[in-house]
């Protein structure tokens, strides 16, 4: 709970947090509403030297499939953690300046207040890529 507490007082303190995955998901939720919501929180659990998953905070999103409804913006920086992780930066870099340019110019979808697609999203993303 005292975790909790600072994530919300000063969240600039976090670099890393190590924790179960109980703790780990609650605060993960925490820090991504944080930082604008669900649908831009990338996150990537390292066992160095072994293996990486990168993957949006939210998950799969069920309840959202196949409605055009999910922001993309999560799976697309996981991906970019993913890039970093394996060497490629600038590859990384880029995938993280387009998902800033999309919210920059309100291409989004409705939870961040947009208008577009899940799909209408991830398009404009890739034309920001070239």
């Keep these: 709970d005292r975790a909790a507490m600072e994530f919300i007082r000063a969240p600039e303190q976090f670099e890393i947090v190590v924790t179960s995955n109980l703790f780990g998901d609650i605060l993960s939720d925490l820090a991504?509403?944080?930082?604008?919501?669900?649908?831009?929180?990338?996150?990537a659990n390292i066992n160095p030297g072994k293996m990486v998953l990168c993957e949006p905070?939210?998950?799969s999103a069920p309840p959202m499939a196949g409605k055009g409804v999910?922001?993309?913006m999560a799976a697309a920086m996981s991906a970019a953690l993913l890039l970093?992780?394996?060497g490629h930066q600038e590859a990384g870099n880029a995938i993280e300046k387009s998902v800033r340019t999309a919210i920059q110019e309100g291409q989004?979808?409705?939870?961040l207040g947009g208008t577009l697609s899940t799909s209408q999203v991830g398009d404009f993303l890739l034309k920001s890529l070239a």
């Design 57 to 59: 905070v939210h998950g």
């Design 70 to 72: 999910a922001n993309p």
């Design 32 to 43: 991504a509403m944080l930082a604008g919501g669900l649908g831009l929180a990338a996150s």
């Design 84 to 86: 970093e992780y394996l």
């Design 108 to 111: 989004t979808t409705s939870d």
